[in-house]
């Protein structure tokens, strides 16, 4: 019969130790050094290779899933098999406003800390370290459906022959203008966001292209694709009335979040063990979405957040 008392007396004896070197030598360096997603280099080799010195039974993957930035580390055998995924990518311009460093951190202190309780314990099981705001237990975190939007035109001078063009701008901006009209019948829980990349190169040149980027946001997968595809046609009717053709380029679906309560409940009552009141649920979705949403789908998932900001302001 496993003691759990003599379990977490054993783990949280142990992140004591580590406190130190997790914050100089994964917290502090990845926080200076912010890499954009899919460019984490330096994240990629910085925790791997604190992984490697500070638990060298652990079998350590690079680059894997055909990905530069992906890693695997894999410790234990027999028992079940149980995942910690660790964010390192940064936002554009604000660094790590998002907090990602701590998720990192945290993964690899959490992966550590298994790891040492297992091993000194000698409990069956494996544990998987991989690449992937109030206090809560089960964020409600919605589903993301994302996609980029070319329109083709002709191009023309605007002053010399101007019906000789196709506007491709005018196809993006009255497609923007449709999804604002659109937005007035849809739930107090969806959101759209987009914005125009490419816009043409001169006033005086109609422009032959344009590309814009759009984000849909709801509560399920399921109302997800079907605002998505209300706000292609937005797209599509500004490209029928400007005369140009559109083109959609489908990034992959963040599905909603599907939280394991047991899981859920047993990271409530090891907070409170810090004095760390946590709720085990929201009241109302976070707009707000996660590649875990589609991991959740597949297997019993948790996804735990805590506060390290200003109550009533965004993490970001």
Aim: aromatic residues 8%; contains cysteine; proline residues 5%.
């Amino acid at each position: 019969m496993i003691n759990y008392i003599q379990v977490r007396a054993l783990v949280n004896d142990y992140l004591h130790e580590l406190s130190g070197v997790l914050r100089s030598q994964v917290n502090a360096p990845l926080h200076a050094n912010p890499e954009l997603g899919y460019q984490e280099h330096f994240a990629h080799d910085t925790i791997t290779a604190f992984l490697g010195e500070l638990q060298p039974k652990v079998e350590i993957s690079k680059k894997t899933y055909g990905l530069e930035t992906s890693f695997e580390a894999i410790f234990g055998s027999g028992g079940r098999l149980v995942i910690f995924g660790a964010e390192y990518d940064a936002l554009p311009g604000i660094g790590h406003a998002c907090g990602h460093n701590l998720i990192a951190t945290s993964s690899v202190a959490a992966f550590l800390a298994t790891a040492h309780a297992l091993s000194q314990l000698q409990i069956p099981g494996r544990i998987l370290a991989k690449d992937d705001e109030v206090d809560l237990a089960a964020p409600i975190l919605v589903a993301n459906h994302k996609f980029q939007v070319e329109f083709h035109g002709k191009t023309a001078h605007a002053g010399g022959e101007p019906w000789e063009g196709r506007n491709a701008l005018d196809a993006a901006v009255s497609a923007y203008n449709n999804v604002a009209l659109l937005k007035k019948q849809t739930r107090p829980d969806d959101n759209i966001h987009g914005i125009i990349k490419d816009d043409g190169v001169a006033p005086a040149i109609i422009p032959g292209y344009t590309r814009m980027s759009w984000a849909v946001r709801s509560p399920t997968s399921e109302q997800s694709e079907l605002l998505a595809a209300r706000v292609k046609k937005c797209m599509e009717a500004g490209a029928l009335a400007s005369g140009c053709t559109v083109n959609f380029i489908d990034s992959p679906t963040y599905q909603d979040l599907r939280v394991n309560n047991t899981l859920c409940q047993t990271y409530i009552e090891e907070m409170a063990c810090f004095g760390n009141n946590v709720f085990p649920k929201q009241r109302m979705g976070f707009p707000a979405s996660t590649d875990m949403g589609n991991v959740s789908y597949h297997v019993p998932s948790f996804h735990g957040t805590f506060v390290d900001f200003d109550p009533g302001r965004s993490n970001s």
